[in-house]
């Protein structure tokens, strides 16, 4: 075992319909089926439950790290998974917020002497295989159709429509990148989401993940 993959996500709201632990549960099943095609040179780490989600904070049952201490807490990790033996580790990301990791990934290389990196799971489409599998054509958008059918496809009781009246409900969202487009996104997910459009896109992204840390082992990532 010389490569692992750390799953990173996050707590936070995903609408009324989506548990809030989505990030991070979609990373997993991600990382799990890379490791899985990859038996047995890869091992995935627990993954880190909490982000940078101070976007979301006006939700109750958010929770969120300061950058700083995101940052802390994934370097540690890895330098556990190094001194396990562990040569390449690549970060499956499944939140956006969490994005500014990406640029830590010099240093973290640096400073323990392995091969260190970062991406977002949906960095595995394409914007025609987007187009393709999703009628929205959004991806990954939020708690939308795209995450929405990840759930139904791979951890279906995270995902229940009982008591949801989105209509009835009064959201007064702060967050200017989201306020215009939570109504689309909840409609998206709640008329466009099947389990069969999620397998499809953890399928791609699985097999994308494990093309990258497969040239990671094989010394030919660029
Ligand atoms: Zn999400």
């Known amino acids: 075992m010389k ?14 319909h989506l548990a809030m632990e989505h990030d991070t549960a979609s990373a997993l099943v991600v990382a799990e089926q890379a490791a899985l095609s990859l038996f047995p040179d890869v091992v995935v780490a627990t993954p880190m439950p909490v982000g940078i989600s101070e976007h979301w904070m006006e939700w109750k049952g958010t929770l969120s790290l300061r950058p700083e201490t995101f940052f802390s807490v994934a370097f540690d990790i890895c330098e556990s998974l190094k001194r396990h033996g562990v040569e390449h580790i690549f970060i499956c990301n499944g939140h956006a917020g969490n994005g500014p990791l990406r640029n830590e990934m010099a240093a973290f ?6 091969d260190v990196r970062f991406h977002s799971y949906w960095e595995a489409y394409s914007k025609e295989f987007v187009a393709e599998h999703l009628e929205s054509g959004d991806c990954p958008a939020h708690a939308a159709e795209f995450e929405t059918s990840m759930a139904l496809a791979a951890f279906p009781g995270n995902a ?3 008591g949801v009246d989105y209509d009835a409900e009064t959201f007064d ?3 200017e990148n989201y306020r215009d487009k939570d109504a689309p996104y909840h409609y998206a997910a709640r008329d466009l989401a099947t389990p069969g459009k999620g397998r499809i896109m953890i399928d791609e992204a699985s ?3 494990a093309g990258q840390v497969r040239s990671m082992l ?4 660029a």
């Open 3 to 16: 490569a692992a993959i750390l799953p990173t996500g996050s707590t936070e709201q995903h609408n009324e």
């Open 207 to 209: 097999n994308w993940v």
């Open 173 to 175: 969202i702060q967050n």
């Open 218 to 221: 094989d010394g030919s990532a």
């Open 109 to 114: 290389s640096e400073k323990l002497g392995i």
């Open 160 to 162: 229940h429509w009982d």
